[in-house]
């Protein structure tokens, strides 16, 4: 059983940045995958990144290619996800997401059993 907990979300105006955490605790590998999925109201969860542990790969929805980058502090059992250039678009809740193992379906939800309980994210304009 793995557990995710996300903080830094908040408001900020168009342009600005947020740096989100997202901390694990209990059973975790040593090679593993990390995701940031993001859900606005009336839409879909979709993907925004994702990170392998081990080898630190890392992986980018079109979206936010160029403005946010995922990374992750091995001591600290905690996943990044730094959003610079914030527009109005990128509004929703932001969930910390995990699995045990990478899969080339990374990009989606359905891969991930393991879900944090999300933390908000509002660009104003």
């Not at 969860?45 to 929805?61: K, L, P, Q």
């Not at 079109?62 to 990044?80: C, E, L």
């Not at 990374?106 to 908000?120: K, L, M, N, R």
């Amino acid at each position: 059983q793995v557990q995710l907990v996300e903080s830094g979300g908040g408001l900020v105006q168009t342009g600005g940045s947020l740096r989100l955490s997202c901390a694990a605790s209990g059973r975790t590998f040593s090679s593993y995958v990390m995701a940031w999925f993001r859900q606005a109201p009336g839409k879909e969860r979709e993907f925004v990144a994702a990170i392998r542990w081990s080898g630190g790969s890392t992986y980018y929805a079109d979206s936010v290619k160029g403005r946010f980058t995922i990374s992750r502090d091995n001591a600290k059992n905690t996943v990044y996800l730094q959003m610079n250039s914030l527009k109005p678009d990128d509004t929703a809740i932001y969930y910390c997401a995990a699995a045990s193992y990478y899969s080339r379906s990374y990009y989606s939800d359905s891969v991930y059993p393991y879900w944090g309980q999300g933390t908000q994210v509002t660009v104003s304009s």
